[in-house]
């Protein structure tokens, strides 16, 4: 930073205590990731064909230079000349850095009214990230005139591992795509794009020396649809794969933008494709078909020497084509059952002196590590790669929580933090009636934003060991290149700035703010991007009255004013304002929206609610719900509201194992003629419906007696068991869910507790 400047910036330090925050300054332009230091001053540079830039015959500088180039050029018609020597105004110029520039990745970007001036270490990413800082001030509009505003930013990234992971496996996304993929990592500065290559629904990256990984592996003939529970499958052939031209055509463009590609080979399990090219890979021998639905499967690679030389073979032409430092090897979700009974592994079991077939993963994964640093490499895996003791030079992906990381670093391995509970976006950032059909959870714009990467249990020295962390993308239900886009925007601008800027200086109300200005930019590049960002969280509470409830609307008031109707139309500008929560005690449906300067932001919101006699009744149970599955209480039962997906959320109640025995007390004597309850099927999920429901009655709560056995009803897909009955004057109605207690033989989960899970409880 120029030295005119570094009293100035002092002083300011000095009165506010730490570096500006980018909304406490009007104007303050909205850079993603938050810079570490960054000031505005008066006025303006213009950028026009009249501008040139300053710069040695560096490579790599180069190479920034030409991207930035080409850049204007796309979407401003406009390319600048490089010169040798400065003119006397209206350049940008890069300087060559001193010996105190510290950090390859840093940069000092200073706009002035006649000139802007860049410096980074030589031949590091810092030009390339102050360039994408200057195309984030330039404005989104074209027509514009590319007025930069004055600035001083001087900055530099918190962690060195700033990840992005796309699954190619599930479904595949040609080269063109991958290179958009990887400018929109670029445009966040993040520098680790991990491409997910084999898993068992495809092999995607050509191995010459054993073509049939891509003549049947690549291809599978047809692919699941729709929820996972329905296990329905069309017939239409699908695959792809990348040859090693390919491959080394986005390496290098990846790495034009500072980009390090980490390729993941998965090992020892999702490996059905692999073993359906070659089915000696396997303990079995027989011959598979490459997977067409999702899960994970029994059939992995054996522990015979022959696999394992297939697999150094298939790490001889891969490693080439990847010059970074790390290989991801996988390592998750290997199930050990044709381990046990296979006789070569039970083997190599006895001949390694191995405890048991988690060590002989061990074994495996080390084996590889082996290989793998023999060859200049280290691999990363899964944080399952710690079962029975962690490979010597092995890093650690913890994708589970956070708990595997923490052992790694205590073991001082190298970890990159991407637990699903914030770093997983194939799941739902808004309500799912809102959102495409996504495989489930909710991990919202704001949760990633709160993620901190190193956690407070490790010791100073430990947490060195956290490199970064990562987003993943897995691609089950992500079947388009713009649902990729939906999914990851704007989460991975949240992700970057938590990477990059230091915790004391993040601040969410100022990250919103810029984030919303940046959906300018994207519109410009063409992305696609989720609006979850206004969504309205909508939820029930309890009434003071019986047979009603009020519904609660909550959004972030920064971002608008909801409004809402209750007699089915859309709402609009002049719609109610909502002030306190909503009276509902009928039948009703609720839309809502939110509007800023009378413009519509995101979309409307639609909900129904049905009251009956059980609505905000008292409810007891026997047997309390699993913790993991009792976020709204006994009131979820009757909220008026029914789960609005047949998914896992917070309208189910769970019991693992046990009966459901709930007791609705009514607020007085009441005829009742039919009970209802609304109950959830999932075989593959260990969920199923109970075995039958009784329907008791009682008008004191102590002597009950019997309205009869439920029937399920499946009409019109809900899953409800139903009870008619004679009218009859009751206060007290005990339902009673019989658990199906172990699943049986032959059905996913065999011998573990069944589920049973409640959604609603309807009296009329």
């Known amino acids: 930073m120029k030295k005119r400047n570094s009293l100035l910036l002092s002083g300011l330090l000095a009165l506010c205590g730490a570096c500006f ?12 990731p938050k810079p ?7 006025g303006s540079f213009l950028l026009s064909a009249n501008t040139t830039i300053v710069a040695s ?16 050029n796309r979407y401003y018609h406009l390319k600048l000349q490089v010169v040798a020597s400065a003119p006397k105004s209206n350049y940008i110029r890069f300087e060559e850095p001193g010996p105190e520039t510290a950090g390859n990745e840093s940069y000092e970007l200073d706009v002035e009214h006649t000139k802007i001036r860049i410096l980074a270490k030589a031949n590091g990413a810092g030009n390339f990230y102050a360039l994408q800082s200057l195309v984030q001030l330039l404005p989104a509009d074209p027509h514009k005139p590319l007025l930069v505003p004055c600035v001083q930013v001087n900055d530099a990234p918190r962690f060195q591992w700033r990840g992005m992971h796309l699954d190619v496996s599930r479904h595949f996304f040609p080269v063109s795509f991958v290179k958009r993929y990887i400018d929109l990592i670029a445009l966040y500065k993040m520098n680790t794009f991990h491409w997910h290559l084999t898993d068992d629904q495809g092999w995607r990256i050509e191995i010459k020396r054993y073509p049939e990984l891509t003549r049947t592996g690549s291809m599978r003939k047809g692919t ?23 491959v080394k055509d986005v390496v290098a463009y990846a790495a034009k933008r500072h980009i390090t590609v980490v390729p993941e080979i998965e090992m020892p399990g999702h490996a059905v494709a692999a073993i359906a090219s070659y089915p000696w890979l396997s303990c079995t021998g027989k011959q598979l078909e490459v997977e067409r639905g999702w899960g994970v499967f029994e059939d992995v690679y054996c522990t015979k020497d022959s696999v394992f030389h297939f697999l150094e073979n298939v790490l001889d032409e891969v490693i080439p084509l990847f010059p970074g430092t790390y290989i991801h090897i996988g390592g998750d979700e290997s199930p050990k059952v044709r381990w046990k009974s296979c006789p070569v592994c039970q083997n190599v079991i006895r001949r390694e002196k191995l405890r048991d077939e988690h060590e002989l993963q061990s074994y495996f994964i080390k084996r590889i590590e082996t290989y793998v640093s023999s060859k200049g490499r280290r691999i990363i895996g899964w944080d399952e790669i710690l079962e029975g003791g962690l490979a010597p030079n092995a890093a650690v992906m913890s994708w589970q929580g956070q708990d595997g990381g923490i052992a790694a670093a205590k073991e001082k391995h190298p970890v990159v933090m991407s637990p699903v509970s914030h770093c997983y976006f194939d799941y739902y950032q808004a309500s799912p009636a809102s959102e495409p059909l996504a495989i489930g959870g909710y991990i919202p714009l704001e949760k990633v934003y709160a993620f901190e990467p190193v956690p407070e249990v490790l010791r100073p020295e430990e947490q060195a060991y956290v490199m970064g962390a990562q987003g993943n993308l897995w691609t089950e239900y992500v079947l388009s290149e713009k649902h990729v886009e939906h999914m990851v925007m704007p989460r991975m601008a949240a992700l970057a700035e938590v990477l990059w800027t230091p915790k004391d200086q993040r601040d969410e109300t100022d990250f919103l703010v810029r984030i919303q200005n940046h959906f300018q930019l994207l519109d410009l590049l063409g992305y696609t991007y989720a609006k979850s960002l206004y969504r309205i969280a909508a939820k029930t509470i309890p009434s003071d009255k019986a047979g009603s409830v009020n519904l609660e609307l909550k959004a972030n008031a920064m971002l608008g004013e909801i409004r809402y109707t209750t007699d089915g139309t859309e709402p609009g500008p002049d719609a109610a304002l909502y002030k306190e929560p909503i009276p509902i005690n009928k039948d009703l449906t609720v839309k809502s929206a939110l509007f800023k300067n009378r413009e519509m932001k995101g979309g409307v919101m639609s909900g129904s609610y049905h009251i009956n006699k059980a609505t905000n009744a008292s409810v007891s149970f026997k047997e309390a719900p699993h913790k993991s599955y009792s976020t709204g209480g006994a009131f979820t039962l009757v909220n008026g509201e029914a789960a609005s997906s047949p998914r896992i959320n917070e309208q189910w109640l769970g019991w693992n194992g046990n009966d459901m025995e709930a007791v609705i007390k009514l607020e007085r004597e009441e005829r009742v003629r039919e009970v209802e309850a609304g109950f959830l099927h999932e075989e593959l999920s260990w969920i199923y419906f109970p075995e039958r429901v009784d329907v008791l009655a009682s008008s004191d709560g102590i002597s009950y007696y019997s309205l009869g056995k439920a029937d399920i009803d499946l009409t019109n897909g809900k899953r409800f068991v139903k009870l008619r009955t004679d009218a009859r004057s009751v206060r007290y109605i005990k339902i009673i869910a019989k658990n199906r207690g172990k699943i049986p ?19 009329r």
Request: with cysteine; charged share 20%; aromatic share 12%.
């Open 224 to 246: 699941m649809v729709g929820r996972y529970s329905n296990q329905e499958y069309d017939s239409i052939p699908y695959g792809g794969y990348y040859t090693q031209e390919e």
């Open 21 to 32: 925050s980018q909304a406490a300054i009007p104007g303050i332009p909205t850079l993603i």
């Open 57 to 72: 015959d560096t490579p790599s500088l180069q190479e920034d230079i030409a991207w930035f180039n080409d850049y204007l």
């Open 745 to 763: 033989g032959g059905k996913p989960g065999a011998g573990e507790n069944a589920w049973l899970f409640c959604d609603e409880i309807i009296i």
């Open 36 to 42: 570490q230091m960054i000031v505005q001053e008066k």
